[in-house]
Structure formats: C-alpha cells, structure tokens
C-alpha cells in the first residue's frame, strides 16, 4: 500500500506511525512563544495538534493545508478551530496575521519565492515567522540509497521532490521579501522510526512515494527491499531505522 498514490495523504496513519512529526514540532512553539488575542497561522497544520497547543495559548489559530484528508482530520478532531484547505502560495485572509508558525511543511513546496512573498503579504509588519522545515542534506543518506537502487535496478534517475535550502539561502531569500532574520539554525536531528525493521519501508510509503513514483506496482516489492539493503549499513542501529534528518529552523520579522 502506498499512501500517497489517490494525491493525497492518509491522515490516520500519519497520526499512529509518525507522530514524532509533531511531537518534535512542540519545541518550536516556544519560539513562537503564542499569546492570548494574536491572530495566529499555522501553515501546514497536518492533523491539527501543534495548532490546536497554540489555541491553548488562547490565540486565535487559523489551521491551513492543502490536504483535504488532513484538514477533514483536524475538523473532527478539533471542531472549535478554523480549518482552511488551501494552498499557501494563493492563500488569502481578511485580517494580517501577528504570526506565522509552520512546522515540516515547506520543504513540500519547490517553488519557495512563491510561498514567502505570499507569507510576507499576510503577516502585519512587525509580525513574526516562525518555521522549521528540511534543511541542505535532510534525508541525503535515504535519498542517496533509493537513488543508486532505482538506478542499478531501472535505470531511472528519480527527481528530488523536496525542498531543502541552506541557512544562507533562505535567509537571504526571506530578506528580499521584506523580512529581517532574528535567528537561523541548520541542525542534525537524528529521527528514529518506529516499527523496527518496518519502519524504513512505513516511512518511504508515507513520506518518499515522489522518489518511487516511476517504479512500476509488480517492482515495489523487489525495490523497497532492495532500498533496506543499501540504507541498512548507515541507518539501521540496534533494532531500529533513524534517518539522517536535518532541520531549518527560522525566527524572522516581517519589516
Ligand atoms: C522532513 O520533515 O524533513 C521530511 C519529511 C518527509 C519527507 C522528507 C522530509
């Protein structure tokens, strides 16, 4: 089964398999440091859990993704909050924003001027940015072993579907967009998955189905497999599968 083939996400298996998405995102909401009466947007609010901890704050959140079976999930879930299911490179509200908060999520988006001129327009000046996404070399060890396995195997040279800048880039690019930059960090983060020796190949079925698009359905099998061998030696430690992640992590005001 692969979660991404229907276009879009599988909203419960994400919450039961890969939870430490937004368990690692509560650390950054200290950095938005939320508080009562701001207007608040979480940008890709997945599931709805950081956003509904910034609620908490008593700041009015405004969840937005562009997946519907995410947004639906959130909506039950969370049935008080506002959902919107949109995509932040056209997204549009009547009030400007005090906030800006996104956890994992911009990396999904390979057209980054599109998205920060879009979030400089809907914070108000003064107001503040808060994101962490993949940075350069995120995920490079996995993206290396499917990459000399669908080579070898089919001769295909798969796109990189993400979106993983260096500290400079992305700084830079947010100061040609009116924003000044608090603070960066480009930082490991070594991310262990569940389910033992299953994880790899859960995680890949979640997150990596752009990498192994072109692989034929009767080849997945043969292929995943074939991935595990090529990762192990690097990323399988004591029972488990943790993958080289390396995040972004961004504090900036909008001028
Ligand atoms: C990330 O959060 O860094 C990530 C998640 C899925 C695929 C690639 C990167």
């Given at each position: 089964m692969l979660v991404l083939t229907t276009g879009d996400w599988n909203?419960?298996l994400?919450?039961?398999k890969?939870?430490?998405?937004?368990?690692?995102?509560?650390?950054?909401?200290?950095?938005?440091?939320?508080?009562?009466?701001?207007?608040?947007?979480?940008?890709?609010?997945?599931?709805?859990?950081?956003?509904?901890?910034?609620?908490?704050?008593?700041?009015?959140?405004?969840?937005?993704?562009?997946?519907?079976?995410?947004?639906?999930?959130?909506?039950?879930?969370?049935?008080?909050?506002?959902?919107?299911?949109?995509?932040?490179?056209?997204?549009?509200?009547?009030?400007?924003?005090?906030?800006?908060?996104?956890?994992?999520?911009?990396?999904?988006?390979?057209?980054?001027?599109?998205?920060?001129?879009?979030?400089?327009?809907?914070?108000?000046?003064?107001?503040?940015?808060?994101?962490?996404?993949?940075?350069?070399?995120?995920v490079?060890?996995v993206c290396s072993a499917v990459e000399k396995v669908l080579q070898a195997r089919l001769a295909i040279r798969p796109a990189n579907p993400?979106?993983?800048?260096?500290?400079?880039?992305?700084?830079?690019?947010?100061?040609?967009?009116?924003?000044?930059?608090?603070?960066?960090?480009?930082?490991?983060?070594?991310?262990?998955l569940?389910d033992g020796e299953r994880g790899l190949r859960l995680w890949l079925e979640m997150f990596g189905s752009p990498l192994l698009e072109a692989v034929p359905e009767e080849r997945k099998e043969e292929i995943l497999s074939a991935v595990e061998e090529q990762a192990r030696?690097?990323l399988f430690?004591?029972?488990?599968w943790?993958?080289?992640?390396?995040?972004?992590?961004?504090?900036?005001?909008?001028?």
């Amino acid at each position: 089964m692969l979660v991404l083939t229907t276009g879009d996400w599988n909203a419960s298996l994400y919450d039961a398999k890969h939870a430490f998405v937004f368990a690692y995102g509560s650390d950054l909401l200290e950095l938005l440091a939320p508080h009562a009466g701001e207007l608040i947007l979480d940008v890709g609010c997945g599931t709805g859990h950081l956003t509904a901890a910034i609620a908490q704050s008593g700041a009015r959140v405004v969840g937005l993704d562009r997946s519907p079976a995410m947004i639906e999930a959130a909506r039950q879930r969370y049935p008080t909050l506002e959902w919107h299911l949109d995509d932040i490179r056209s997204f549009l509200y009547p009030q400007p924003f005090d906030a800006i908060f996104s956890n994992a999520t911009l990396h999904w988006i390979r057209e980054p001027e599109a998205v920060v001129e879009r979030l400089a327009r809907l914070l108000r000046p003064g107001g503040r940015l808060v994101l962490e996404m993949g940075g350069r070399g995120n995920v490079a060890a996995v993206c290396s072993a499917v990459e000399k396995v669908l080579q070898a195997r089919l001769a295909i040279r798969p796109a990189n579907p993400w979106y993983f800048p260096a500290l400079g880039e992305y700084a830079a690019l947010l100061e040609a967009h009116g924003f000044e930059v608090q603070a960066a960090w480009l930082f490991k983060r070594p991310t262990v998955l569940e389910d033992g020796e299953r994880g790899l190949r859960l995680w890949l079925e979640m997150f990596g189905s752009p990498l192994l698009e072109a692989v034929p359905e009767e080849r997945k099998e043969e292929i995943l497999s074939a991935v595990e061998e090529q990762a192990r030696p690097a990323l399988f430690k004591e029972g488990h599968w943790e993958l080289d992640y390396r995040r972004l992590r961004v504090l900036a005001h909008r001028l």
